[in-house]
């Protein structure tokens, strides 16, 4: 596995390291969420990544709170990382907190997930695959690891090794069958049967809203599973009266992090379009708040962009 630099990690800054802070491979310290898992920030980056990388193997789980498949591929990661035991460190990246970080790995949708090995970044790949194939990607990791010398483990204080057994099984309540199906669908990258078990859901029961929510993400990373980026984005940039073009690349930015961007794209459309094209672009801005949450200050925003330019 080559170690070349996709991301030149040059362009973050280097944090002061705070009172009492301890940094560096091998310890529990840094901005730790628990023993083999930390939360990393623009701020941090260095320290707890950059410079940790040096004698233990890190990776990068780039992610979002409203982002369904993050949620399902975060605690694989985490899993993988419990039993190794040290020998990995996983650095969770809130995309929409920490722009800096989104920019420089360049993100274009989440998850995704990076390697770090003697501060040079490795790209490994984007979506929730299933566990057996992110450990063998982990797998692979830790030969190109050995292999540059990257052999340290990280040393849990008596207290995180603790929370670590604590937190070693959680008891999780299962999920209803349509569920269940859906996220087993999206596992095997089969959007089209997960969208189905979703609406199977919602024709059981129109009022699950956890079914209209993850239909509505699914539904999003079925739109983009094979678009060029670059093609979609000049097509846009074209014709700002291109309907489908700029719903493309607003579903491109938001998978990526980018949600006031797609927000403003199609409310931007919305005021330059009239009839039939103007209410498909509103309704598929509805969808993007659906995919983000109610709960997310920006959507409050783009949902009073759009009644200003609709009325």
């Not at 996983?90 to 990076?114: C, E, M, W, Y």
């Not at 970044?121 to 990257?150: I, K, M, S, T």
Request: glycine share 8%; hydrophobic share 50%; proline share 5%.
């Amino acid at each position: 596995m080559s170690l070349r630099g996709a991301v030149d990690l040059s362009t973050l800054a280097k944090p002061q390291p705070a009172a009492g802070a301890t940094s560096g491979a091998a310890t529990g310290g840094g901005s730790a969420a628990s023993g083999y898992v930390i939360d990393v920030t623009d701020d941090s980056f260095v320290a707890d990544v950059v410079e940790r990388s040096s004698t233990v193997l890190v990776i990068i789980d780039v992610w979002a709170e409203w982002c369904g498949p993050c949620k399902q591929l975060s605690p694989i990661l985490e899993k993988i990382a419990a039993d190794l035991d040290g020998r990995l460190l996983v650095a969770k990246v809130d995309v929409d907190a920490n722009r800096q970080l989104a920019q420089a790995f360049q993100v274009q949708s989440i998850p995704t997930v990076f390697a770090v090995l003697k501060g040079q970044p490795v790209a490994l790949f984007q979506g929730a695959l299933p566990d057996a194939q992110v450990r063998e990607v982990v797998a692979q990791l830790l030969q190109a690891a050995e292999a540059n010398g990257v052999t340290g483990r990280i040393e849990l204080a008596a207290g995180d090794a603790g929370d670590e057994a604590e937190d070693a099984e959680p008891v999780e309540e299962p999920l209803p069958p349509h569920h269940q199906a859906a996220y087993d669908a999206i596992d095997a990258g089969d959007y089209a049967a997960a969208i189905t078990a979703y609406e199977a859901a919602l024709n059981e029961s129109p009022a699950d809203e956890m079914a209209r929510v993850g239909l509505a993400q699914v539904k999003l990373l079925a739109r983009t599973a094979d678009v060029d980026p670059q093609v979609a984005r000049a097509a846009a940039a074209a014709d700002p009266t291109d309907v489908q073009a700029q719903i493309l690349v607003a579903d491109l930015d938001l998978l990526g992090g980018h949600v006031d961007d797609a927000f403003s794209r199609l409310v931007d459309t919305v005021r330059v379009t009239a009839g039939s094209d103007r209410d498909t672009v509103r309704v598929h801005l509805v969808e993007l708040f659906d995919v983000v949450g109610a709960e997310d200050p920006r959507v409050a925003q783009g949902r009073l962009a759009l009644a200003n330019a609709l009325f």
